[in-house]
């Protein structure tokens, strides 16, 4: 029989070898998996350690869960339960690097709820001014029970899960550059400058804004459509910060040009004035003779020192009957007409001494008989 044996158990020890033992944390795996949401974040931002529980035909009612963390990069917020992991059932410290938090179940049902799913999440944020680069969180899990209190051997190995921090988002609201699609702002664009002016002529409807944010931010216009020529619009950019704490505001304001609206210029001539057309809107020059003198004031408002030509015209009654008003020059087909201002026409002159020798004659022949009577 020894020598039956002895073979048998070489036997035994030589597979025993071939295939090593699986350690129980390799069967308690499947009880508990663990995750981070986000799997990177930036400084101030919250990321989550979720918890789940897998179904199996044995149901815990009791278990202890820990996790480890860089106290120099993670400040540990709050725990969130949620399935059947009831409020109150769930008791966590945590602080200086370690979080731990038990588990038992509510025993009025007289039993254990199944768990299945996410039944924790633990809450953390990172540091304001975290280095930017990895960190770990360590979690595991033990003391894994039953309903009445017995193990169920699912105590887990540590687990770790890795956290990529980014670095700090910016907090900056402001604008790099701004670029319209038509004319030119006024004043040039500074990012430290908030309000524009922009001329663009009546035949543009809309303009378009090209804002750049700086550090990552999102810049967004209010409109690009324009009011009707001969009114301005306002445009407003709205600038936020890349971590969404500011806020900053641009405005320009686009005058549009009046249909027909533009600058006329007097053209060369010598001796050449502007006077109003016959549209009213333009003005064209009356030209001089040649041999005209210079208009100049001598006597006061509306005497000018004429060329012989010009004393002839204005002497003639037609002249004087065309004339409106004092000093102007009005240009009439190819004549040149010069009114003087402040000179009453001979033909007018005439008209009043002829009147008042009327008034005169009238005046006697009453006077006369009122005197003979008495």
Known sequence: MKKIRLPILACLCWLLARFPTVPASADSAAYFSYSMNPVSASGEELVRLDVAAYKTEETAAGFRLKIQYDEDK???????????????????????????????????????????GTVASFVFQVEAGAKAGNTALTVSADQVCDYDGDSLDADQAETKLSLKILPSLSSKAALTSLTPSAGKLEPDFSPS????????????????????????????VSRKTLNGAGKETQIAITVTSEDRSQTAQYLVTVQRAAKGDGAVSATGGK???????????????????????????????????????????????QAAAEAPGNGEQKSSGDRTLVLVGDRMPSFFTGMLAAALCITVGIAISLWLPIRRQH
């Not at 917020?77 to 179940?105: D, H, I, P, R, W």
């Not at 309000?195 to 550090?215: F, K, N, Q």
């Open 74 to 116: 993670l400040d540990y917020v709050s725990t969130e339960t949620s399935g059947a992991v009831k409020s109150g059932t769930m008791q966590t410290n945590g602080g200086s690097g370690l979080v731990s938090s038990v588990y038992v179940c509510n025993t009025e049902n007289g039993y254990a709820p199944k768990l299945s």
């Open 193 to 220: 400058v908030r309000s524009y002016s922009l001329a663009v002529g009546s035949e543009v409807s809309t303009v378009e804004l090209r804002p750049a944010a700086a550090d990552g931010g999102k810049a967004s």
């Open 271 to 317: 001796g050449g004035v502007e006077s109003p057309g016959a549209g009213g809107d333009r003005k064209k020059p009356v030209s001089l003779p040649e041999d005209a003198g210079e208009v100049q004031n001598q006597d006061g408002p509306g005497s000018q020192v004429r060329p012989p030509e010009a004393e002839q015209a204005a002497d003639s009654p």
